[in-house]
């Protein structure tokens, strides 16, 4: 595995604490993503969700238009892509066109002429994070062909920081399940999402590193959910969200 930098390693524990305090309508703002745009540099930075029929979900930095032709050309083409997401959506490494296409085959593909070229894109490294069945969920770094490849420095840090990306996104998807339910019982979002890991028999300190705070802050966040719920055990206040 490579070896991180001291800077590169407080940079990317600067990001997770940023990217998991955040409370959004997507689970990687534009911040994030801007954030995460300086950690691995790139002209073109996305986090996207796809199912079969197509994205369903962009955040991009810079934003940059897409013609019909162009999203169809990606459709039709994304096969012979060397990062399609049909291929790789479950991996867990992060992978660039680089191992697997040198730049002259890369240059004959279909893909490349009617999907990169018009961005003028020749170097892109992907990271997919875990997602249901026929969906994917990936990060996108890309850079023109003035710019140098990615290296194995852009790769360990991606790879180190995916686990915790994995968790922001499910971390997501608990916050929207219970969200409509908080403004019944005046929960706060982490008070409630807390009492849900609770309720997967999780403990204070388990709950902590997930949620990348101290365990004493678990603790107090569990004190004012059993105020404002009237009870005083842990398995009284899961019953109260169910």
């Known amino acids: 595995m490579v070896r991180l930098s001291q800077r590169a390693l407080r940079d990317a524990l600067e990001f997770v604490h940023i990217a998991s305090s955040a409370e959004a309508a997507e689970p990687f703002p534009q911040e994030t993503i801007d954030l995460l745009a300086r950690l691995v540099p790139g002209e073109l930075v996305n986090y996207s969700e796809w199912d079969s029929d197509g994205p369903t979900l962009t955040v991009e930095q810079p934003v940059v238009p897409m013609t019909p032709a162009m999203s169809e050309a990606r459709s039709v083409f994304c096969s012979s892509f060397p990062l399609s997401n049909l291929v790789w959506s479950a991996d867990t490494r992060a992978r660039k066109i680089s191992d697997f296409l040198s730049l002259r085959a890369l240059h004959r593909l279909d893909y490349y002429d009617l999907v990169l070229r018009p961005y003028r894109i020749d170097h892109q ?94 603790r107090k966040h569990l004190e004012h959910a059993y105020d404002k719920l009237g009870v005083h055990t842990r398995t009284a206040a899961i019953a109260q969200l169910n």
């Open 125 to 218: 490294m992907r990271l997919w994070l875990a997602a249901p069945s026929g969906f994917s969920r990936v990060f996108s770094f890309s850079r023109r062909s003035v710019q140098r490849d990615f290296d194995e420095r852009d790769r360990g840090l991606l790879e180190l920081l995916r686990p915790f990306l994995v968790t922001i996104r499910e971390r997501f998807d608990l916050r929207q399940a219970h969200e409509t339910k908080n403004g019944d019982n005046g929960l706060t979002n982490r008070e409630a999402e807390i009492l849900r890991l609770v309720a997967r028999g999780m403990t204070n300190r388990e709950i902590a590193r997930i949620l990348f705070v101290s365990h004493h802050t678990v």
